[in-house]
């Protein structure tokens, strides 16, 4: 597993030291699974280790994911009612308690900080802001999560049709995305 080698590699190299950046996952995925594991790895390191776990910034994770898919979709699925709640935190925040952890270890070594906003949002509230800081106008559309349990193979049997549609218009990967995502909330919720 690559966090074991950057274990290794630190102990070898001398690094007495790791902050370690997690993430605030809810669902039971193999994303999530990946997560716990490292953090794990990280804890019996035998080195001095302090966790940070953001909710939401990233060019990849949960945010940067909506963002895409309200970017690229027509109208925006939202599960149930969309009243469950985000606490999305600024990078700027991240970055300030990151930068502290790492000045002040002997008050940040052995603990895990949750970095989340202070403000407690609806998601579909989240949404709105979303698109109203992209200039777009995108309607939301909600879906019962029971539904949803289909659409990993829908959008499978819709990719395989309409290839050209895909590579044109949508990218596969954020379709897909959508569908796993569909997949982890329909299961974890049922």
């Known amino acids: 597993m690559g966090t074991q080698n950057l274990v290794d590699a630190a102990r070898a190299a001398g690094v007495r030291r790791i902050?370690?950046?997690g993430a605030q996952v809810?669902?039971?995925g193999a994303y999530a699974r990946t997560k716990e594991q490292a953090e794990q790895i990280i804890a019996r390191s035998g080195l001095a280790v302090t966790v940070v776990k953001p909710y939401g910034p990233g060019q990849r994770g949960l945010f940067a994911g909506i963002v895409r898919l309200v970017q690229r979709l027509p109208v925006i699925p939202v599960i149930g009612s969309g009243a469950y709640p985000m606490r999305p935190?600024?990078?700027g925040d991240v970055v300030t308690a990151?930068?502290?952890c790492i000045e002040n270890p002997a008050v940040s070594e052995g603990k895990m900080y949750y970095l989340s906003g202070p403000i407690t949002l609806a998601f579909r509230d989240f949404l709105a802001l979303i698109t109203a800081a992209l200039d777009l106008h995108r309607r939301q559309v909600r879906v019962m999560a029971v539904r949803l349990a289909r659409l990993p193979g829908l959008l499978f049997r819709f990719a395989q049709r309409e290839k050209e549609l895909l590579t044109k218009d949508f990218d596969a990967a954020s379709l897909l995305l959508l569908?796993?995502?569909a997949a982890r909330i329909t299961t974890d919720t049922i």
């Open 19 to 21: 902050l370690y950046a």
């Open 26 to 28: 809810v669902n039971t």
């Open 89 to 91: 935190v600024y990078i």
């Open 98 to 100: 990151t930068v502290a």
């Open 179 to 181: 569908a796993a995502a």
